[in-house]
């Protein structure tokens, strides 16, 4: 994966010159918000697994991911809370599968599937090469999820990922989830920075890219799976990324402060490390 610097090309997004308006100028970044579950940390394949173990079947995934959508815009609405979400959602998944378990059993299948899931976190191979230059481009990072906070947060300490977080932003915690603009305006506050200085990257179009585009951010879809390639299309203003390692590149283009050298005798310690990259 080459993670050097590249010069502007691609993505541009600067609008065609129109006579009698001033150019184009590219806005500054100062903070990058990332999602965590499918952009980070390789969730649907530990999901997978601990449902394979737990069934036998290799199939289950697209109905558990059903579920639990269901189930989590029950939390986003304020409707459940997340610990009993957890067992309501399991609790459902095996009365699709004709399981019909009591309390005790639908206990005892999510403990299970919480152990199996604590030993199957990966992080994607291009995480923390991303990680580590955007730190080192003096940018600011924060972890914005819809998860909920207990579990959440132990993946983020046991993968590593915390030190790299001036803040993580956790729906479970504070009651409100992506897309709704709120979440990613509350964490721009709490990081002083004005949405049109910050970027979110995330797996999911509308929760997370166009949620973000809709609060002012910059957007970026994180497109693994290639499904822009095949239908699903990101709309104008959002960008697409196949992976986090096409992640500079796309900064360093459309940001004006990404990737400028600067002054190796003036300068901020973030600014002369930016200058010492390139
Ligand atoms: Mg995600």
Redesign the pocket.
Known sequence: MDFAPAAPSLHRTAPPAVAGREPWVPPELSLVCL?????LIDCTAAIRRSLAVLTGRDDLWPLWDLITEEHVALVVAGKLGYDVMHHRRTGCFLAELGILADADQVGAFEARRREILARSWRLFDDVLPCLDWLRAAGLRLAAVTNASGVHQRRKIADLGLAPYFDHVAIAGEIGVAKPDPVMFRSVCLAMDCPPERAVHV???LDT?AIGAFGAGLGAVWLDRDGTSRTGERAPDGVHTVAGLGELPELLVSEYATVGVPAPRTAGTPAARLRGGMF
């Open positions: 999602d965590i579950d499918d952009t995330g797996d999911k997370d």
